[in-house]
Nanobody, 113 residues
Framework: QVQLVESGGGLVQPGGSRRLSCATSGFTFSSYVMSWYRQAPGKERELVARITSGGSSTNYADSVKGRFTISRDNAENTVYLQMNSLKPEDTAVYYC??????WGKGTLVTVSS
């Protein structure tokens, strides 16, 4: 059974940092491109960051470049999203995606004072 479980969400002040984790099981994690998406209230889901299967290449949405970092640990079947300099507009449910098939259920990040 495939599982992707996000954690690390919560309330954070503007300018603060948060690290999201996505623990996976049930598929060959090291063979999959992994991504983080987010969906803000009233908006469509959007790609935040993507990392290749070996971790050698990443790409980011323009809105998070220089602030967010995606990484992965293939030994632990886990992908991370380090978020720094958070802004209120980063408030969203953050989802982990494995390849084009697998989705987690999301974790809410709220950036507010």
């Amino acid at each position: 059974q495939v599982q992707l479980v996000e954690s690390g969400g919560g309330l954070v002040q503007p300018g603060g940092s948060r690290r999201l984790s996505c623990a996976t099981s049930g598929f060959t994690f090291s063979s999959y491109v992994m991504s983080w998406y987010r969906q803000a209230p009233g908006k469509e889901r959007e790609l935040v960051a993507r990392i290749t299967s070996g971790g050698s290449s990443t790409n980011y949405a323009d809105s998070v470049k220089g602030r967010f970092t995606i990484s992965r640990d293939n030994a632990e079947n886990t992908v991370y999203l380090q978020m720094n300099s958070l802004k209120p507009e980063d408030t969203a449910v953050y989802y982990c995606r494995g390849g084009v098939i697998y989705w987690g259920k999301g974790t809410l990040v709220t950036v507010s004072s």
